[in-house]
């Protein structure tokens, strides 16, 4: 049992020193990804959360305007919370990174 034992705590030990991938910043990155026919909505004041997600949630193909999401913005503090609510309301996944 003993054996069996440390075999496991030695298995599960080894994953901790396994070497991760590196990632680079946003400055750092060689690597340009472009989305095509992915709608602009320019940012109206202090309102770029609103913009940003009809902007994504118009790609994934919902017809949704900057304004349609302003109340949702407004109604929260954290825009992390309002981004996730958003999504998720219209029927979409969203995975914090």
């Not at 991938?21 to 095509?36: K, Y």
């Not at 709608?39 to 959360?49: A, D, I, L």
């Not at 900057?66 to 954290?78: G, I, K, N, V, W």
């Amino acid at each position: 049992m003993r054996g069996l034992l440390a075999v496991l705590c030695a298995g599960l030990l080894s994953g901790c020193a396994a070497e991760w991938p590196s990632f680079h910043g946003a400055g750092d990155s060689t690597e340009h990804v472009r989305l095509a026919d992915v709608p602009f909505y320019p940012q109206e004041g202090h309102r770029c959360g609103s913009a940003a997600m009809a902007m994504v949630l118009s790609w994934s193909g919902l017809d949704i305007k900057p304004a349609a999401l302003e109340t949702r913005f407004a109604q929260t503090s954290d825009p992390r919370r309002a981004l996730m609510d958003s999504a998720s309301h219209y029927g979409r996944l969203a995975y914090p990174l």
